[in-house]
């Protein structure tokens, strides 16, 4: 069995927790009301700038350069699909993408903020296997979700389903990890660690759901 199949295996009651979380839930059969989804969609918004910045930072740290020129990608064109999402959802309720006067939750930059160190400071493959959750998961989520936009082509967030359920995404998850599983197979000093950072980013994401759907703010003096 390979690192991300290892992972995957070991984190999988916090993924059976996110698709029972009624966030989830209630995105799938189209009821989530729709304030809570727009505050999702802002704190993923401030989360993907972030996060692609740590993938691009371990794409310059990768050792070898094909999986580097991959991981690159994955900042550039990845991150683009998701943000042309959020723009779309969005400017629906009048909020400019470039513009977001909201700060993060708490719960968004302590997930974020723990990427990009790791990204910056831990050996390249923790930095990675930390990163792998927010592939898997998403396509998962989208995955188990699909049959929802099948059943219900005017389903109210068609368009989030339609980005997470869409086999390219799955494709571009299994390349992620594949990049994984080989560095992990060449030098296996960090597998405990990288198993560390995958949980941890399992849980967070977890947490990102939750926070989005309790309206979790910053506390005031």
């Known amino acids: 069995m390979g690192f991300s199949a290892d992972a995957w295996n070991r984190a999988k009651p916090w993924y059976d927790a996110i698709l029972a979380h009624p966030f989830v839930r209630e995105l799938g059969d189209g009821s989530l009301d729709r304030k809570v989804f727009l505050r999702y969609m802002?704190?993923?918004?401030?989360?993907?700038a972030r996060y692609s910045r740590a993938l691009a930072t371990t794409a310059a740290r990768w050792p070898e350069p094909d999986g580097a020129?991959?991981?690159a990608r994955f900042?550039?064109?990845a991150v683009d699909a998701e943000r042309l999402l959020h723009a779309s959802f969005l400017d629906e309720a009048g909020i400019e993408l470039s513009n977001l006067d909201t700060e993060p939750t708490p719960t968004c930059l302590a997930y974020v903020h723990s990427l990009q160190a790791d990204a910056s400071l831990a050996p390249v493959g923790v930095a990675m296997a930390g990163l792998l959750p927010c592939f898997r998961i998403y396509a998962e989520v989208g995955q188990h979700l699909a049959g929802a936009l099948a059943?219900?082509?005017d389903h109210p967030y068609a368009a989030w389903l339609a980005t997470y359920?869409?086999?390219?995404?799955?494709?571009?998850?299994?390349?992620a990890e594949a990049l994984v599983d080989n560095l992990a197979e060449v030098d296996t000093t960090n597998v405990e660690q990288m198993h560390?950072?995958?949980a941890r980013a399992s849980r967070f994401e977890w947490m990102f759901w939750d926070a989005s759907y309790q309206g979790e703010t910053w506390p005031m003096p």
Do not use: V
Not at 166 to 175: K, L, Q
């Open 196 to 198: 560390h950072a995958y």
């Open 75 to 77: 900042a550039a064109g």
């Open 69 to 71: 020129a991959a991981i």
């Open 42 to 48: 802002i704190d993923d918004a401030h989360y993907l």
């Open 151 to 153: 059943e219900r082509p």
């Open 165 to 175: 359920g869409d086999p390219e995404f799955a494709a571009d998850t299994r390349r």
